[in-house]
């Protein structure tokens, strides 16, 4: 066997740098996401409102322009649209160390740079999904998925293992560099990429209102893209809920100092990688609908174990619990994302990622604001737990809709919608 066969995507040129851009914005957005809230509790003195308000901030780009920016999407080309986000968020990341070191930053700038950085997310990650069908073919979608979120479990062990011990050393705004540097590593990396799409019709012969319409209708009229866009929203709401409360818990209530909240977040990465290994194996085995319910209600019971943990012995536990819900999440969205890309024309992929997104995320911002507010009536592992429990009833849609029994891989044809 040759040495391209057995890497298999990876032996492709294209697609190994893509996959090395994708470790390097993967790695920068992993340090975000340990340094952002961190800079807020540590450098601002921030209190759990202020923090839940922050983790929405950072996702609330999902509501203002998610629709939109499929169409806009799909008038681009994808890779474009990739390299110019990641090249924006890089400055963007950067001014945060800029004013901490100048003693001019706010709360109120940190919320302003996480919505701008969230708005600018949501064109990259309509594009990156747009773009992997053009880049991979269709029939190679699972393993293209799966290679991408191996990387993303990489980064997410190196990720807070690197930031933990670097924000005891020079403080968690310095670190956020780093991540600017990742974000511009990343987007120069993509724009090396030799493979180019062929340039969508001009702009001026479209409407913007006819083609949200369209694709909400494609995606919305369909019981299975439906079902997986609903679950996501219950899942991802309660996931926000628990995650704007967690960095509070473990620092405040379990005492763990960044070094140690970097350890129990690098477990939840060693899960990922599991996931992404397994995925096309479980995905084989089990059906590619049938995985996606499965590995919900297997692993986000877990998380329950997270409110209850102490220093000790039962904070390792729990870890392993966090370790389980990356594993089964990683495992439900390479067979999911893939899932969709399949059903889904050429013409309608940044409208089909944009809407799903759209209603799968729009509850995002909520969450980190009802986090916050469950934060200050209940505690932090009060909230935890509400969390636990959303993400575990978001298996439910999924199961009460075609997905239930679907064991095959539906890549016979992407499917139409009338105009």
């Not at 960095?247 to 899960?271: C, H, K, N, T, W």
Request: hydrophobic residues 50%; aromatic residues 6%.
């Amino acid at each position: 066997m040759s040495t391209t066969s057995r890497l298999g995507l990876l032996g492709d040129r294209d697609f190994g740098r893509l996959f090395a851009a994708t470790a390097l914005g993967q790695l920068g957005d992993r340090i975000i996401f340990l340094a952002l809230p961190l800079v807020a509790i540590s450098a601002l003195d921030a209190d759990e409102f202020q923090v839940g308000l922050l983790a929405a901030m950072t996702t609330a780009g999902s509501l203002l322009i998610g629709l939109p920016a499929g169409a806009w999407v799909d008038r681009m080309r994808k890779r474009s649209v990739m390299i110019s986000a990641d090249l924006a968020r890089a400055l963007l990341l950067v001014t945060i160390p800029i004013t901490w070191w100048m003693g001019l930053l706010t709360m109120e700038w940190l919320c302003t740079v996480a919505l701008i950085h969230g708005v600018l997310t949501v064109f990259f990650d309509v594009a990156y999904v747009s773009y992997l069908p053009h880049l991979v073919g269709r029939g190679r979608l699972v393993e293209g998925n799966a290679r991408l979120s191996s990387v993303r479990s990489v980064t997410s062990i190196g990720g807070p293992a690197l930031a933990g011990p670097l924000i005891s050393l020079v403080g968690a705004p310095a670190v956020l560099a780093l991540s600017s540097a990742g974000m511009a590593l990343s987007g120069l990396l993509a724009a090396t990429i030799r493979k180019r799409e062929r340039r969508p019709e001009p702009a001026a012969r479209r409407r913007l209102g006819r083609e949200v319409k369209e694709g909400l209708k494609f995606v919305l009229k369909d019981p299975s893209l439906r079902a997986m866009a609903l679950g996501d929203a219950m899942f991802n709401l309660s996931l926000v809920m628990y995650q704007s409360m967690l960095l509070v818990f473990l620092q405040r209530e379990a005492g763990l100092q960044p070094f140690g909240i970097g350890l129990v977040l690098s477990g939840m990465g060693f899960g990922a990688l599991l996931g992404a290994l397994l995925a096309t194996t479980i995905s084989g085995r089990v059906g590619q609908g049938r995985v996606i319910w499965l590995a919900t209600l297997l692993t986000c019971p877990l998380t329950a174990l997270m409110p209850w943990a102490r220093p000790g012995w039962s904070l390792y536990v729990a870890a392993v619990g966090l370790a389980a819900l990356s594993m089964g999440g990683v495992v439900r969205v390479v067979s999911q994302s893939s899932l969709q890309q399949a059903m889904t024309p050429d013409r309608l992929l940044g409208r089909m990622s944009a809407t799903t997104r759209f209603v799968s995320w729009g509850g995002i911002p909520v969450g980190g604001f009802l986090g916050g507010v469950s934060g200050s009536v209940f505690g932090a592992a009060g909230t935890l737990g509400i969390g636990a429990a959303g993400m575990t009833l978001s298996a439910l849609p999924n199961f009460l809709s075609p997905l239930r029994a679907m064991r095959g891989d539906p890549t016979a044809g992407p499917r139409e919608v009338a105009r």
